[in-house]
């Protein structure tokens, strides 16, 4: 069983709806990723936060997704208004290294939430 | 910029048949990870290996082999004696030295083992 915990496991939604997800790291894990996967593609970086900081969401379309992490711990990625486009697994990822060491060193992945628009 | 190349998008091997999944990798950096990770039906990804640029020793676990060719840019990996619990779709994966980069994926190869 994943160590990384993410819910919900699947959501179907109309489009426009709002839909949230959420992500519990490891514990001590101070790197914390959001991925997105389109069927039959491999993921893509949405987010990078390090402990509450964002250190990279070039990837993050933010006129309809968000993310946070305010304690530094446990994080929720949102998007307001859904699209037909958005259907794919999203997965979170931690990794306890830091600095360099927190992108050389394994990535824990969540067993994912898998988003159906309608 | 970086870039994974996994040609082979689909694999069925027959049970105890080995096989190799190819990984060409593209950065500009000296400095990199390569990594594949392995994702079944349930859509966790395992984590496999990671290897630094600097490692060529190729590397063995159990029925896993890992072959790392600088000169191609290629870390193929070998399933030697596969079985059904082999199949899963599998990522490899580049994360570059400079900027504090996260990992870049291939599109993955679909693995099944038929009994």
């Known amino acids: 069983e994943a160590e990384v915990a993410q819910s919900p496991r699947y959501k179907i939604t109309e489009k426009s709806q709002a839909v949230a997800f959420w992500c519990d790291p490891i514990?001590?894990?101070?790197?914390l990723y959001w991925y997105r996967q389109i069927l039959g593609q491999g993921p893509e970086l949405l987010v990078q936060?390090?402990?509450?900081?964002?250190?990279?969401d070039s990837q993050l379309p933010k006129d309809r997704f968000s993310a946070e992490r305010l304690k530094g711990v446990d994080s929720t990625l949102k998007i307001q208004p859904a699209e037909l486009g958005d259907s794919a697994m999203y997965l979170c990822?931690?990794?306890?290294?830091?600095?360099?060491?927190?992108?050389?060193?394994?990535?824990?992945f969540g067993e994912g939430s898998r988003l159906t628009v309608l | 910029a970086q870039k994974v190349t996994q040609a082979q998008t689909e694999i069925s091997v027959v049970e105890k048949e080995d096989v190799t999944l190819d990984c060409v990798y593209e950065?500009?950096?000296?400095?990199?990870?390569l990594f594949w990770y392995k994702q079944p039906p349930s859509g966790e990804l395992v984590f496999l290996i990671r290897?630094?640029?600097?490692?060529?020793q190729n590397e063995i676990s159990g029925r896993y082999s890992w072959n790392f060719q600088k000169s191609t840019s290629s870390f193929n990996f070998t399933i030697t004696a596969s079985q059904v619990v082999d199949s899963a779709v599998y990522f490899c994966?580049?994360?570059?030295?400079?900027?504090?980069?996260?990992?870049?994926f291939g599109k993955g190869t679909r693995l099944s083992v038929i009994a």
């Open positions: 990822a931690s990794t306890g290294g830091t600095g360099l060491a927190g992108v050389t060193g394994e990535l824990f």
């Open positions: 994966a580049l994360s570059e030295h400079s900027g504090n980069t996260p990992l870049v």
């Open positions: 936060f390090q402990d509450e900081s964002v250190v990279d």
């Open positions: 514990s001590g894990h101070a790197t």
């Open positions: 290897r630094n640029s600097f490692d060529e």
């Open positions: 950065t500009r950096d000296t400095t990199y990870y």
